[in-house]
């Protein structure tokens, strides 16, 4: 039986928010929007499943912002009002029938597993509504028509936030009854129907996303939040007979080539083996064996793609990675800008978060004769 279950909404447009993708869906701290509330619910011991509501045309978007651990989570169109979405929802839910829904906001990535206990543990406590709120502490003012600025007592004045807890039964017969209405909130539609509502504790750090500037903020508090993980990878190619070396993804011309079943492109190798590291997935020979003859001759772009889709699909991004490429020759410096914008085309990160490198062993060793080439390489990512 299905005792609770979150319903999430992500329907909107996010117009306010500007840029060409809907707000749920953009990157925060590396990670689309939607995913960090998705990821606090799912891990909730709380919850027993995730219901979405997106908007129409966004199953894409929606589908390939969730780490492989919720692929399989439903979601329903919305509709033209928020009330409409979560109506939709709620009628998603009719087969499950949990006892308690949480009824989220995606657009409060911010929200903490101590306020969805809150609102649980008030449900079970027999309410029919738990709504998390803060007391306004600010003063507040109104402009009147004359320009002037009256002051607003701030005595008795609320904030509310999501998730808003009710019991599924109550809510969804009440969304029903009231569809004709324009309702801001859950809360509202709470307290027309008449159920009984009580408030919790809120989250100062419970933020709503709904103007660009409203992201950098909270970047900047997603970032102390996130589990960073660090993996670093080295590889080594002799030299042989040819007139071009693969570096970083970009072919460079020099009067010897690189031996290897692939392409030999040991930056990348260095590389995938770094992420790979980051995830615990093991290393490249266990992905891409060198007897498998397959991968005779492929672009190591191919193994770099496969490690990233590795780690998305744990849940995780590339938040920065430095490669320092080991030889004599041929000269790194000027192929380092190109080979910077090729990884960062491959993983799909900004180009300021790759760092390429380039060093000699001062003759010493089998770089310093000439004889192969070596690169270290240390990723990090993001969960």
Known sequence: MVAVAALIVAAGSGERAGGPTPKQFRLVSGKPLLAWAADVFANHPGVDRLQFVIGRGQEALFRQCLPSALKNSQAVPGGATRQESVRN?????????????????????????????????????????????????????????????????????????????FRFAAIRNAHLQLADRSLTDDMAVAERAGLRVVPVQGEELNLKITVDGDFSMAEQLLAGRADLRTGAGYDVHRF????????????????????????????????????????????????????????????????????????????????????????????????????????????????????????????????????????????????
């Open 89 to 165: 929802g709620l009628l998603a839910l009719d087969q499950t029938a949990p006892e308690f829904v949480l009824i989220h906001d995606a657009a409060r990535p911010l929200v903490c597993p101590a306020l969805i206990t809150r609102v649980i543990d008030a449900l079970r406590a027999n309410s029919d509504a738990a709504i998390p709120m803060l007391q306004v502490t600010d003063t507040l003012r109104r402009r009147t028509p004359a320009g002037t600025w009256a002051a607003i007592e701030r005595e008795g004045l609320f904030r509310a936030q999501t998730p808003q807890g």
């Open 240 to 383: 042989a007979p040819g007139d071009h070396v693969w570096i970083g993804g970009i072919r460079i011309a020099h009067d010897r080539a690189a031996e290897g079943h692939s392409d030999a492109d040991v930056a990348l190798h260095a590389l995938t083996d770094a992420v790979l590291g980051a995830i615990g997935a093991g290393d490249i020979g266990q992905h891409f064996p060198p007897s498998d003859p397959q991968w005779k001759g492929a672009a190591s772009s191919r193994f770099l793609e496969h490690a990233v889709l590795l780690a998305k699909e744990r849940g995780g991004t590339i938040a920065h990675c430095d490669i320092t490429v080991i030889c004599e020759a041929p000269k790194i410096g000027p192929h380092r800008d190109a080979i910077r914008a090729r990884i960062a085309e491959i993983i799909g990160i900004a180009v300021e978060r790759v760092n390429v490198k380039a060093t000699t062993t001062e003759g010493l060793g089998f770089t310093g004769r000439k004889e192969g080439i070596a690169a270290h390489a240390v990723a990090t990512v993001r969960f």
